[in-house]
């Protein structure tokens, strides 16, 4: 008990800091109550009429629990966690459910343990879920390897949260003992079951696996509702899929909703922001703004067993934001704990000097060297080959229509952690990049080299220029024009967020003067098109596989 | 993990049971499915095509979750817990959170732990709180004092579940130690806040309280919810709320609440069950029945955080009812933990012979001889008096209209634990009891000997007739009329819950040959009109309590 926090609420002394006459957030009963709102230390004392050693006037504006973004990797926007915080926060979110799966499957616990140091002073809670799949299926080459004793063992010694998306979903219907081992370690865990459904769902949530945001479509959300799953409404840079998920949710079933970003890329980061765009979007899908702010907000607490997150309430954690309009679409302020820590969109806080040691992350790509020959492919039409899509991550395997590979791309695939020489190739239907190569080093899961383009010497060149360090390189022509380092792991830029945007800008502007289909982001795609747990084809170091056939069509 | 449950979920084995082609209750989408419902071993392993090793045939009948009575006193019902829960189990609520706070008032730890025994053997779920208020106001005179080190101490021995009703709520919102002390031991903590709302109630849940059952209308309700409480409508055979809050709840805040029964006399637990009559009641007023079934389970699940209970889904614990329709009226089957412990509402488990030993609870009436001199209050017109109403506990405090005492009765509080030989007296309005007089070793919270009536030879008999362990007695014209013994603790009765009603019957039908006002239940209100936590005025064994004005109006 605190015993000055009942006399700020009992109104016995005055509170450290009052919200004066706002529109505040009744998350429990779906509706605005104009009030103030008293802190006291790090917790809401109550709202109703207070005074304040300090007093801000709320007139017209509207207080809100701040959110809780419930399934992200950091990687996923190439800039250290800590960059990615200082943009997340003030825009909203002051809770992250982060999963490092990517820099595990390059640099295991030492990755892992990088991530946690890189946040632990920025305000804001982040919660770490233990990668639960590394490598995501045994069929591919990572960084490292980490079995249920592993997962047990780093989980218990960082203080993991939970299991990060459990996606080897064959492997927990079919009982596999090593995945079972891994369930058994954390007993928060989050899902990934796109498609799942009939008794194979069952099976997959006989392990209590609490989440899901791999959705299609509204009849797969219902039942995995029905089946007592948490169902995020995603909405990434790369994926996005609430306005197609959220004809599902209705009153009644509202509060088994929760927000996701899953990845993100700088450009959104900046312009977007995170959550509060999931916000926007369900709001002009026609959601009410109040059901918007309590699935952003009180929901995911709940869904997560954090207890007195996620509301304005006596006794709440004081995270809160301060908006001109109710729907979070401009965030004034950012308390976190009763403390303001962003203002007008800038952070408060300052995370210079403050980073983690990234050095035993650098020079992670370990490749043989390549020479123009190794980027050649035999053509034969009739040939299973890869067609892309834009705005989606899935493939599908065609046969190669003409009489020669023009107009299609050559893919290849370089595993880069252990030089083993090991290169997948195929033909790609759907880019038709001319005249260059795009190559990088982040491919998920197993984050090999990935290089596309319609010639081996740009090909060569663009694997070259990545180095030791990694990250994405464009060539056209023989000529080197555009790279974004990613020293950290081959993931992460050490630049600051401004510089990196900036870099990526002139990556992006160079990319457009080049000859391709412009509805497709290639090294967003591209960073996809080696995950062999997202159907139907994809290309890995041995080859190129078959994902609804779970096996290789060549290599 | 379990191996099997995954093999039952997946269809590769057979399940142990399964409740073939019912409608099954989505209490997260709010709807019916028809399916079928596998289990294996205590946990539900799906729904949707299974087969099994006993397969019952669910066609046209309808597979809910059991339901948990979130905050009951065993002792209201006057039987033993281990008989009370024979009769409850049957009538579909296998979860119950158990506030033994009146044997606690006569017996402090060694009646707790006798509670916990008795109901060890029993198939449910009994969550048992620590009593807060031992005594319930120092004013009292109960038969044992509880501080917060006593609260610390017994809780962890006993492991229990959270802390009791907290119904001291000044000592909470003025920062009493002892009260703060008792506030820290637990996490879990349940309310008891009447009337209470802005900055005081702010204060009270500064102490992170859960719930409240103490509404009285819809605006208290919605601020209480809207503050992150969550609401009981409370049922029970004294106290009904449910019909005039429910008109509080909507599909926005349908989640913030759950039912309980509080109070239940043994008729009303025989004819009409506890939560079920809740469902059923909530079902005329309106509200759907799947709705209603998910205030009953899974609201209240959420609300304690006890997790994978409380619906019909893979992985969730086997707690669930049959029935041939959707509102759990006729409620065929009830199973616990996958097996099958009622049907067709009788228990399947026997309770004799299992009873915990209750020898250390008989003879705990100890008071100073009376005389019938004792029974006597000089009458004054304007005197402060107790005005009583039928189906409330409250009572308002009116001065004596009349020039004699006709019309009235006397009640005196007998302090019984002691011996003290204190007793506090005053009239009482509304009852009009003529020619006898009822007693009873029942009287919250102190359980102190109340009685009343018209005379002083028949007030002395029925005190005396209670004998050294306690009961209910009715005299009438200087005769015993009618007897319910209470030997454990002078609160439960050791018959079997069928002779108790039997003998309960016999004592309201003697009861119904006298001449009082019928709409009104003399033991059941007398043991209330003792409650000084309850407005206005009350009587303890000092004297006449306003409990407004905090002070004696004569002792």
């Given amino acids: 008990m605190d015993k000055k926090l009942t006399d700020v609420a009992a109104g016995r002394v005055k509170a450290d800091l009052v919200i004066k006459n706002a529109f505040v957030a009744d998350v429990f009963n779906g509706r605005f109550i104009r009030g103030d709102v008293a802190v006291c230390g790090e917790r809401i004392a109550g709202f109703g009429e207070y005074s304040g050693v300090e007093e801000i006037d709320g007139t017209d504006k509207y207080v809100m629990p701040s959110f809780y973004d419930t399934h992200l990797h ?33 640099a295991g616990e030492t990755g892992i343990k990088f991530m946690l140091d890189e946040v632990k002073d920025i305000p804001a809670d982040v919660y770490f879920m233990m990668p639960s799949c590394v490598p995501s299926a045994a069929e591919d080459h990572s960084g490292c390897v980490l079995d249920a004793a592993d997962v047990k063992r780093i989980s218990q010694k960082l203080g993991l949260f939970g299991l990060g998306e459990v996606m080897n979903f064959p492997a927990v219907i079919n009982a596999d003992p090593d995945m079972f081992g891994k369930l058994d370690a954390l007993e928060i865990k989050d899902g990934h079951a796109p498609s799942l459904s009939g008794n194979a769902l069952n099976a997959y949530l006989s392990a209590r696996i609490l989440t899901d945001h791999e959705c299609a479509d509204v009849d797969e959300v219902l039942e995995k509702v029905s089946k007592g799953m948490y169902v995020m409404l995603r909405e990434g840079s790369q994926t996005k899929n609430l306005k197609s998920l959220i004809g599902a949710v209705n009153k009644t079933n509202l509060r088994r909703f929760i927000f996701c970003t899953d990845d993100r890329n700088v450009e959104d980061l900046f312009e977007l922001g995170t959550i509060k765009n999931n916000v926007r979007l369900a709001v002009e899908c026609g959601m009410s703004p109040i059901d918007a702010i309590t699935i952003a907000s009180l929901n995911a607490f709940e869904a997560y067993g954090i207890k007195y997150h996620g509301a304005i309430a006596p006794g709440y954690s004081a995270d809160f934001l301060l908006c001109s309009d109710d729907a979070a679409r401009n965030i004034e302020r950012v308390y976190y704990r009763g403390g303001l820590v962003a203002k007008d969109g800038k952070p408060l806080f300052d995370v210079t000097g403050k980073t983690a040691d990234a050095s035993a992350l650098k020079g992670s790509v370990r490749i043989k060297p390549v020479t123009e020959s190794d980027f050649v492919l035999p053509y034969k039409k009739g040939m299973p080959i890869m067609r892309v899509f834009p705005n989606t991550v899935v493939t599908e395997c065609v046969e190669a229509a003409g009489k020669t590979a023009d107009g299609l791309d050559l893919m290849c695939c370089i ?11 195929c033909y790609v239907d759907g880019i038709g990049l001319k005249g260059g190569a795009v190559a990088q080093t982040v491919g998920h899961d197993a984050h090999n080299i990935t290089v596309l383009g319609d010639n081996a010497r740009d090909m060569k060149l663009a694997v070259d220029s990545l180095g030791a360090d990694g990250g994405l390189t464009l060539v056209k022509n023989g000529k080197l024009i555009g790279k974004l380092p990613l020293e950290i792991a081959g993931l992460m830029t050490a630049m600051p967020a401004e510089r990196a945007l900036q870099t990526r800008k002139e990556l992006l502007a160079a990319l457009d003067g080049m000859d391709y289909n412009k509805r497709i982001e290639p090294f967003m795609l591209l960073s996809f098109l080696t995950l062999i747990v997202i159907p139907d084809v994809k290309l890995n170091h041995k080859g190129l596989f078959s994902v609804s056939k779970w096996k290789y069509l060549y290599n």
Wanted: net charge negative; aromatic share 6%; charged share 25%.
């Fill in 415 to 425: 595993e880069r952690h252990d030089a083993s020489g090991d290169m997948g190739k």
């Fill in 74 to 106: 950091f990687e996923s926007v190439m800039i250290r966690p800590s960059e990615y915080l200082k943009l997340a926060v003030p825009r909203g979110v002051t809770a992250f459910n982060a999963d490092p799966h990517e820099i595990a499957n390059v």
